[in-house]
């Protein structure tokens, strides 16, 4: 069991390869099928023109080359030895098979590159592009992320996903008939939200034995449909009071053998709101504080 009172990702990553291991994100020219047309035009209302975690990434070049210069990086700052290659922007599943397996070799085959994590939509996940991610869940450490965002489709249809809640549960099954580990999106302040259907999210999660988790904080991002809604005041956000105790009765609500990816962001430098999460850490120990202050862990509520 982690020190932490959740199961957190970065322990599994100690154990498995004995060393400081971080993820380098990578841009690999990828869009959406919610933006070019294929199911919509301008994308979820939270995501700016550029995809999320994009303001750290070398845009621009070759895979490889975008995760030399990351290396640079997390071993100057982080004294890490190893890396995993974080295709992250949009959704990193939507282009023929040989055009990913070109391109997740090229990842594989830079040295100290240790494994892969993917990040796509549930509707980006034909039959072929499963059976490649399998060859690589078998051939190496392999996480795909899958955005879920919401399981209540009021919401889904809310915020411009372009997709339903059953197209989610038919990924997860998919992937799990092929061994694929799948860690979950869920963003915590949707609009129109109730802390009740936030917090039944872990309880479907569960459900549906979904292996990971990465807890949002919505941010309202500069040049979105969302940050439209907030300067006409149709919506709010929460303080980090609100959102420490939610996300801190979420984990109370979620298996413990659940791996935690994530509990925050910082947004980055577009962020409108809320300002208070720039300061990331500071959310992530007041979550730790707030849990040891209560007593319960990740998984407490369901303890009989």
Same mark, same amino acid.
């Given at each position: 069991m982690s020190e932490k009172p959740f199961n957190a990702f970065s322990d599994e990553l100690k154990q498995v390869f004995g060393c400081r291991v971080h993820r380098i994100s990578v841009d690999a020219g990828f869009t959406c099928p919610?933006?070019?047309g294929m199911v919509g035009i301008g994308g979820c209302i939270y %995501? +700016?023109?550029?995809?999320? +975690?994009?303001f750290g990434i070398a845009r621009g070049l070759p895979v490889a080359m975008q995760l030399e210069e990351g290396k640079e990086v997390m071993i100057r700052k982080y004294k890490a030895k190893k890396f995993i290659a974080y295709f992250q922007p949009f959704s990193n599943?939507?282009?023929?098979?040989?055009?990913?397996?070109?391109?997740? $070799?090229?990842?594989?085959?830079?040295?100290?590159?240790?494994?892969?994590?993917? +990040?796509?939509?549930? $509707? %980006?996940?034909?039959?072929?592009?499963?059976?490649?991610?399998?060859?690589?869940?078998?051939?190496? #450490?392999? #996480?795909?992320?899958?955005?879920?965002?919401?399981?209540? $489709?009021?919401?889904?249809?809310?915020?411009?996903?372009?997709? $339903?809640?059953?197209?989610? !549960?038919?990924?997860v099954n998919a992937c799990k008939e092929r061994g694929i580990r799948v860690c979950a999106h869920v963003i915590l302040g949707l609009p129109g939200e109730s802390r009740e259907e936030m917090l039944a999210t872990a309880g479907i999660i569960n459900e549906l034995r979904v292996e990971g988790v990465k807890l949002h904080l919505l941010h309202i991002m500069r040049d979105t449909g969302l940050a439209e809604m907030y300067g006409r005041g149709e919506i709010?956000?929460?303080?980090?009071?609100?959102? !420490?105790?939610?996300? %801190?009765?979420?984990?109370?609500?979620?298996?413990? #053998?659940?791996?935690?990816?994530?509990?925050?962001?910082d947004g980055g430098r577009d962020l409108v709101a809320p300002l208070w999460s720039l300061a990331k850490f500071e959310a992530l120990n007041a979550i730790e504080l707030e849990l040891e202050r209560r007593g319960t862990r990740q998984g407490s509520a369901l303890e009989s």
């Open positions: 919610n933006r070019d %995501c +700016g023109g550029a995809g999320s +975690g994009s599943t939507y282009a023929p098979v040989e055009r990913l397996r070109v391109l997740y $070799d090229e990842a594989l085959a830079v040295k100290d590159i240790v494994g892969l994590i993917v +990040g796509t939509r549930p $509707d %980006c996940l034909p039959p072929a592009t499963l059976d490649l991610l399998a060859e690589y869940a078998q051939r190496s #450490w392999f #996480w795909l992320e899958l955005g879920l965002q919401s399981p209540h $489709d009021r919401t889904l249809r809310a915020i411009n996903r372009g997709h $339903d809640f059953a197209a989610f !549960v038919y990924a709010r956000v929460m303080t980090r009071d609100d959102y !420490v105790g939610l996300v %801190c009765d979420f984990l109370e609500r979620l298996e413990p #053998w659940i791996s935690i990816h994530r509990l925050t962001g």
